[in-house]
Every structure is written in structure tokens, then in C-alpha cells.
């Protein structure tokens, strides 16, 4: 059975950092894309970057380009997401997730179906 596992998030004042970290198991990432995405309260998840299985072409969403970085380790099975230079509006829930056939384009995403139980980032003053 597949399990992705999200830790790491927490409180941040604004201009701070956060890493987070997703543990996939029960399947070998090496020929999955990844990706992590976030849902703010009463708003739609959102698919805010992607690496796929040969760590080519990152794709990030213009919300976090420049701020975020997404990253694996496939020895670990882990994936993470380096977030700089936080913002209120980077308040949300964040999800991790695998694919062998879909993507993050901006604005949507296909492709994607399984979810881990998400990790908390408030960001706040």
C-alpha cells in the first residue's frame, strides 16, 4: 500500500523559512514525478510545483517561483520542499503526491490521485 507521509510545517513569521518533507513508501520513487501542492481554507488545492523522475525541468507556480524549491532524495524514498521568503498568503495546508503520468501546468494539474494527510504552515506576524 502506498503512504505519503508530509512533516516539517508549522508557525512562521513572514520573511522566514520552513522545509518541509514527504516520506513515500510502498512503491520506489525513482520512476514517479513529484509534486506538492497546498489548499487554503475555503480555497481550491493548488499545484505549486513538480519535479520529474530525472530532477529535469522543475515546474513552480508564479505564487512561490523564486521563493520555493522542490527537491528528492530517491535513495530515501523522501521528498522535500525548501520554502524562503514566506508570506501571509503562503498560509495552507501542503499536500505531497507522485505520478507516472501527470503534471502541474499553471492553473491546473492532471494526473495526481493519491494524498497524504497534509502538513500545517501558518504564516503570520
Known amino acids: 500500500q502506498v503512504q505519503l507521509v508530509e512533516s516539517g510545517g508549522g508557525s512562521m513569521q513572514p520573511g522566514g523559512s520552513l522545509k518541509l518533507s514527504c516520506l513515500v513508501s510502498?512503491?520506489?520513487?525513482?520512476?514517479?514525478?513529484v509534486a506538492w501542492f497546498r489548499q487554503a481554507p475555503g480555497k481550491e488545492r493548488e499545484g505549486i510545483a513538480c519535479?520529474?523522475?530525472?530532477?529535469?525541468?522543475?515546474f513552480y507556480a508564479d505564487s512561490v517561483t523564486r521563493r520555493f524549491t522542490i527537491s528528492r532524495d530517491n535513495a530515501k524514498n523522501m521528498v522535500y520542499l525548501q520554502m524562503d521568503s514566506l508570506k501571509p498568503e503562503d498560509t495552507a495546508v501542503y499536500y505531497c503526491?507522485?505520478?507516472?503520468?501527470?503534471?502541474?501546468?499553471?492553473?491546473?494539474?492532471?494526473?495526481?490521485?493519491?494524498w497524504g494527510q497534509g502538513t500545517q504552515v501558518t504564516v503570520s506576524s
Open positions: 503526491a507522485k505520478t507516472s503520468t501527470g503534471w502541474i501546468t499553471s492553473g491546473s494539474y492532471y494526473g495526481f490521485g493519491s
Open positions: 510502498g512503491l520506489s520513487l525513482n520512476d514517479y514525478a
Open positions: 519535479i520529474s523522475d530525472n530532477d529535469e525541468r522543475p
